[in-house]
């Protein structure tokens, strides 16, 4: 088991940044793959990010590659995900996920962790 924490998330205008935090406890950390979901009201819970496990390969969704970055700390259990240039369509609850391996991350169903997500509002 692991148990995942957000934070980080808040109220910010069109153009700002913003940097979530995920901590980590419970089993080791750097075993899992980690990933940052968001789900905006009315609308399916969509991928934006993930990094393998020892942090050497990342991807991320179309919508948010060039503006988004994620980033881990292994010694910290820590995730993070910079977001720079926050658009108002980046609003939405943001959920840090956890799961053995990244074959099909882009797959809500296929993340075995959930933290409880933290919420960002960008205002236009």
């Known amino acids: 088991q692991v148990q995942l924490v957000e934070s980080g998330g808040g109220l910010v205008q069109a153009g700002d940044s913003l940097r979530l935090s995920c901590a980590a406890s419970?089993?080791?950390?750097?075993?899992?793959?980690m990933g940052w979901f968001r789900q905006a009201p009315g609308k399916e819970r969509e991928f934006v990010a993930v990094i393998s496990a020892s942090g050497g390969s990342t991807s991320y969704a179309d919508s948010v590659r060039g503006r988004f970055t994620i980033s881990r700390d292994n010694a910290k259990n820590t995730v993070y995900l910079q977001m720079n240039s926050l658009k108002p369509e980046d609003t939405a609850v943001y959920y840090c996920a956890a799961k053995y391996g990244t074959s099909r991350y882009p797959d809500h169903n296929a993340w075995s962790y959930w933290g409880k997500g933290t919420l960002v509002t960008v205002s236009s």
């Open positions: 419970g089993r080791t950390f750097d075993i899992y793959a």
